[in-house]
């Protein structure tokens, strides 16, 4: 009697073991199953905004590379070299204009409101981790806290006065020229080149951490793709 009372118990206790661990089971799967659901919407959600970053990386190189343009035009006008006056006003617009970064961060805020634990992948959560709190935040301070960076604050009301007066307009006071031979001393042009020499090297700076930045955007899109196959 005590064999078969102990075997029922025994039998019982197993049946009770086995629902149990099964119960865990199921629910640690299920919660597997959100936690991954989870992942592939933030890894979407991250991806699509890297694309727009893409495009407005894009934007401000373009800028960045005309401002380069613009500053080869108005050291041939300071040296009173021959030019054409037909961009002088996109050049003049363009010469000393600054920049602001759009960062679409909203992929990423809400992994890190989840838990960055939430990517699997200890590599792509690294260079997740690595491009919104470094690249990004780098680029946008050296776009719009950066004193060197600030050309329009910086050179503007200087060289305004300087080159300004030499300006031909039409009726409606649109640019259309500059007198020349520009009316300058030899120090005022030797300041005006140097002020170009120095926006040129930072422009050219700035263009390098561009092209790093949309390199690290492509290298992390493709980890995400592969991660999602």
Known sequence: MKVKNWRKYAFEFLSIFIAVI????????????????????????ISNGLEKDIEDVGLNVLGHEFGLKSSQFWRKVIKDEEVKFD?????????????????NTSGYENLKSRGLELIKNDSLRTDIISLYEYDYKTLKTLEEDYYEMQFHQNY?????????????????????GIAQPINLSIGDRNRLLSYLWRIDANRNFTLG????????VEKLRKKIEEERR
Request: charge should be negative; glycine fraction near 2%; aromatic fraction near 18%.
């Open 22 to 45: 099964s119960a865990f089971a199921l629910n640690n799967w299920n919660d597997n199953r959100k936690d991954s659901k989870a992942e592939n919407r933030i890894l979407d959600e």
């Open 209 to 216: 951490f561009y092209d790093q930045i949309e390199k690290s």
């Open 87 to 103: 961009s002088i006003q996109a050049y003049y617009f363009n010469f000393l204009r600054d920049y602001i970064c759009f960062q």
């Open 156 to 176: 503007y009301k200087e060289i305004n006065e300087l080159i300004s007066p030499n300006f031909q307009y039409d009726t409606k006071g649109n640019i259309i």
